[in-house]
């Protein structure tokens, strides 16, 4: 009935049939990415079906555009097919549709290209079956230039449409995309049928419309609309590749949570404001203890307090300045004004606005801020230098109170440097045998003997002296260093342990500290069961100190990694327990053996305050059977207040100070602890 209804339509005008051929493809193009693409809610089979119907409806559209091209070349002839070789034709072209949306379903880049060729082969196979099937048959030949031609249409035309709808398909544009994606392949299956047709060889004439007896336009129109078209194509995936530059542009620039430019656009502001004269500071603003808030609250209400921050910060700022959030809850503000005074001024307001209490899904929450400040040029005439600059003004804003702002300075900036030389030479102290171990003893007051020891690490520089833990321990965990430092300290420490028992000297367990970084590098483990392995340490030999923010940080990790060096006899203690994160909730969870009161509460014992801390660490401990070491203690007052309150094992410089294995082998803590003096401290 399509074919009668057609034929009628040719007999008065022909412009007909190449109008209604190009709708034919172009919505048979759209219907098929609609099907191929849709969600289905009717369950699996209705899902797997789709590939199917969306195949029939591309095949048959492309189908009908090869039918109407021929019908459009002829008058006086009437056509007809081989039945069988026609739905050879229709079957393999449909087929290839599928193969095509079955490949551009794994969304992989070399399958998406594989897809667009296998539906071009397939339509190449559906015209030349289409031009065999016709009855009378006068093709004897085809033009392989022109044929080659019509061939690079469909394929150039198909791999652009999935080029298109592929990097839109997770974008909120993709039902734009699929418009445009059915407008290059209906157009290029169009361009492709059409030209074919100039490329078919009849018996004896040169024209294969001359023989089917057409007469409408000549061959230059056809030549120039076909031209167009694939004018149109290519416009259109340029402006779609323009348009996914700009997009990739903005995703890769802009924050998704909070909407500011993040750190990567950083380089292109400041390059511009530095050619144009316009960069005179860099405020870097960090949210003060944000990660208590995101630990104990959640990551989803830590998230929205960013976004809050970040709209009042961005509610203060002025036309001549922009904003960045760099990494978590850091902000840098890149200005044109290095007047002191002014810039102080307004950072200062800044932080007041951040520090407002913060109601958001019914909690009251308070966040304090702090930021450091660099100048252009007097601390830096580059990006990368304003930027250290900065960050070390905010380092020593942190270190001296937090809530306040601090300008670089030449103080600061021999901290910075001093802290770059030891990190570079942090690199070479193993290689060179820098490091060292101390040990400092646990003394039961009851029962007048050691009870074990502390390692300690200490780094001898070779120009330098003693580097202080407080200055390299930081160094090593922002680099990682600390994790094969740990795993030295750990082999060291059991072989001396090992050494000892042997010898008669102590049969007491020694205790090392660990950093999140061990636990973050998941080697814990194996750690601690290679030191005592090459040692032949018992376990129980060997202590493992955490703090609290360790282990309420990824807890779920931190404790699976516990649990599985206890198995080997290891203990594990809690240090500066009371001064951390808030674990008491979760304390009966954490697989510990000790607690250890923190050296601040021993120090100021004579408070009442302080005095009903410890007391109430030492219940605690009881009931959970736990032991409890209080650490710090330097007075006989202190030691004897806590053992009056059921603290036995203590730590500190009133039983021993640090001292090389040597210094302990001969003794020479003992006289501090027996006499209670000490002279031996220093």
Known sequence: MISVLVTGLTEKWDGVQVVLSLSVALLSAYLGFRLASGKSRTGRGAKRLRPIFAALVLGMGTWLVHVISLLSYHHRITLRYDLLTASAAIAVVSLSAYIMFLLFAKQQPLTSRLAGAVFGVGVMVMSALGIAALRPNFVVGVDPTIGLFSAAIIFISGYFALYVLGNFRLSAGYRLAELFAALILGAGIFVMQYTVLGALRSGGVRSAAAALGYTGLPPSYFVAGISALVSVILAITWMFMVFERRTLKQIAFLDPLTGLRNRYALSEESDRRLAEERLGSMVLINLDRFKVINDTLGRDLGDLLLTHAAQRIRDRIQEREALFR???????????????????????????????????????????????????????????????????????????????????????????????????????????????????????????????????????????????????????????????????????????????????????????????????????????????????????????????????????ITLSQLQRVRDLGVQVSMDDFGTGHSSLGRLDEIPVDTLKIDQSFVKSSNLASKQALIVGIIGIARLLDLEVVAEGVETEEQAEFLLSRGCVLMQGYYYGRPMPPKEVEAGKWRIGAATGGTAEME
């Open 326 to 556: 760099m990494d978590g809850d850091e902000f840098l503000l890149v200005g044109a004004e290095n007047d002191p005074d002014k810039l102080l001024e307004r950072v200062n307001r800044m932080l007041e606005e951040i520090g407002r209490p913060y109601m958001i899904e019914g909690n009251e929450l308070y966040v304090t801020a702090s930021a450091g400040v660099s100048l252009f040029p007097e601390h830096g005439r580059s990006r990368g230098a304003l930027l250290k600059a900065a960050d070390a003004a905010l380092d020593q804003a942190k270190a001296s109170g937090k809530d306040k702002t601090v300008f670089f300075n030449a103080g600061i900036g021999g901290q910075l440097s001093r802290k770059m030389e030891l990190e570079k030479d942090l690199r070479l102290a193993f290689e060179y045998g820098q490091f060292f171990i101390v040990y400092q003893p646990k003394w039961n007051a009851r029962s007048g003997e050691e009870a074990g020891f502390e390692a300690l690490l200490r780094w001898r520089h070779p120009e330098k002296g003693i580097v202080s833990p407080g200055e390299f321990i930081p160094i090593a965990e922002e680099t990682g260093l600390i994790v094969p430092m740990t795993r030295w300290m750990l082999g060291e420490v059991c072989r001396q342990n090992k050494s000892w028992h042997d010898e008669g000297l102590f049969r007491v367990c020694i205790s090392v500290n660990m950093s999140y970084r061990v636990f973050e590098s998941m080697t814990l483990f194996d750690m601690v069961d290679e030191a005592l392995r090459s040692s032949g340490l018992p376990g129980k030999m060997l202590e493992l100190e955490i703090t609290e923010s360790i282990a309420m940080k990824n807890m779920a």
